[in-house]
């Protein structure tokens, strides 16, 4: 069946280091492709989203390729900040289904 | 514009009692979600609705859980009876179409169960 994975966390990173989060996935047809977030004490939100293939979602100085010959959706920033500090969670939907990765935790330290 | 929202936010029972969750979600949004998020792990799609009907139900345990949405808008999860094991933080999200659209996804703050 359909599934994501990503990397495991938590993930800590200094500010203004690079972030690198990867998520990998499995699915029959041609999914869409998402990063949520969620930041402390608040609900999950969409961070960016990819339809189709070499198409690149961005927000936030966030940005994630939507690859189909390596089937990943790789997040990444090139310089992060304290308010970045969240759970990332990699998201695919096909045919009327959506699953959800595990979760990756970031702590970004002044 | 309101956003999702969901009652009550926190709810700690004894196992084998019964509890409910409710949902209202975005204006206008056909398709409503229940999710299970236990901690750690990322949230676990339990029911979807389109307008009033369900579109897919296949990880819902139904021997105990149960959902409906009535008149199409807003909707309630029940769990009878709880077991500890359903001890997690149920999410409601809606979307203005369905995930074949790849339509965004609005959550609530979910509702923190902790079963005794």
């Known amino acids: 069946g359909d599934s994501v994975t990503q990397m495991e966390g938590p993930v800590t990173l200094s500010e203004e280091a690079c972030l690198t989060i990867n998520c990998t996935y499995t699915a029959t047809g041609y999914p869409s492709l998402f990063w949520y977030v969620q930041y402390p004490g608040e609900g999950l939100q969409l961070l960016l989203k990819a339809t189709k293939a070499d198409d690149k979602g961005s927000n936030k100085g966030f940005e994630a390729t939507y690859r189909k010959e390596t089937t990943s959706f790789h997040l990444e920033k090139g310089s992060v900040q304290v308010s970045d500090s969240a759970v990332y969670f990699c998201a695919l939907s096909s045919y009327d289904k959506v699953i959800f990765g595990p979760g990756t935790s970031l702590s970004v330290i002044p | 514009e309101a956003g999702v929202a969901q009652s009550p936010r926190y709810k700690i029972i004894e196992k084998r009692q019964s509890v409910a969750f409710w949902c209202n979600p975005i204006s206008g949004h056909a398709t409503l979600y229940w999710y299970q998020q236990i901690l750690g792990q990322g949230p676990k799609l339990l029911i979807q609705?389109?307008?009033?009907?369900?579109?897919?139900d296949s990880q819902l345990p139904k021997d105990r859980f149960s959902a409906e949405r009535l008149k199409g808008v807003d909707s309630t999860l029940k769990i009878q009876p709880a077991k500890l094991e359903d001890s997690a933080v149920y999410l409601c999200?809606?979307?203005?179409?369905?995930?074949?659209?790849?339509?965004?996804?609005?959550f609530g703050p979910g509702t923190r169960l902790t079963v005794l």
């Open positions: 609705f389109q307008n009033n009907g369900v579109v897919d």
């Open positions: 999200a809606s979307s203005f179409f369905l995930p074949a659209n790849a339509d965004t996804q609005y």
